[in-house]
């Protein structure tokens, strides 16, 4: 079935560091696949978002790009900053058998200034 | 500007005990699914529905019930509550089955 494989956390860095997140998926088809932030005691917002191969989803700084032949969607920032401090959950939506999300057990980030 | 509401935000129940947790969208969305949210975890689906009147089992549906008779609604219901349904309970929405869901801000549900 599907699945997505996260990054463990948590993951701890300085102001402007560079960040990685990694991600990565199993699914057949072609799915949808989306980066969700989870501010501390907060539903989830989406963050940003790529619906097909090569895509490159971005938003507020972050990026991610939706790499097929690596099943991948790595979530990249140049330059954290303190209020980028939450939990980040990638997940896939399957265009078959919509209407659920599959999420990554999420990765919990904290920058200090 | 309301978005997916869920009630209440925080809840006890007392093991054995039932109860049902709310969810409104005033967006129009068909799809609307409810998770629970676990440490270390992620989000699983509990019960998802495609339209008024059609609901499906997710990942972990045993004890919760769901019903869709609106378009707008989709309560979750707890039949006899156990204390390993302690977790967080999230509702969300989406327009269709393989874009983005809106969140609601989550139920707290905490089973002694």
């Known amino acids: 079935g599907n699945s997505v494989t996260q990054m463990e956390g948590p993951v701890t860095l300085s102001e402007e560091a560079f960040l990685t997140i990694n991600c990565t998926y199993t699914?057949?088809?072609?799915?949808?696949l989306f980066w969700y932030v989870q501010y501390p005691g907060e539903g989830l917002q989406l963050l940003l978002k790529?619906?097909?191969?090569?895509d490159k989803g971005s938003n507020k700084g972050f990026e991610a790009t939706y790499r097929k032949e690596t099943t991948s969607f790595h979530l990249e920032k140049g330059s954290v900053q303190v209020s980028d401090s939450a939990v980040y959950f990638c997940a896939l939506s399957d265009r078959i058998f919509g209407g659920k999300l599959i999420f990554g057990q999420g990765t919990e980030l904290s920058v200090k200034p | 500007n309301a978005g997916v509401t869920q009630t209440p935000k925080f809840q006890v129940l007392k093991t054995g005990q039932s109860m049902t947790l709310q969810c409104a969208q005033d967006m129009n969305h068909e799809y609307m699914s409810w998770y629970r949210q676990d440490p270390g975890m992620g989000l699983r689906l509990i019960h998802y529905s495609v339209g008024a009147g059609i609901t499906d089992q997710g990942e972990v549906p045993n004890g919760y019930n769901v019903s869709r008779s609106t378009t707008e609604d989709f309560p979750l219901r707890l039949l006899s509550a156990a204390p390993s349904q302690t977790s967080v309970y999230f509702c969300?929405?989406?327009?269709?089955?393989?874009?983005?869901?809106?969140f609601g801000q989550g139920t707290r549900l905490t089973v002694v």
């Open positions: 969300a929405s989406s327009p269709q089955g393989y874009t983005e869901a809106f």
């Open positions: 699914a057949t088809g072609y799915p949808s």
């Open positions: 790529a619906t097909k191969a090569d």
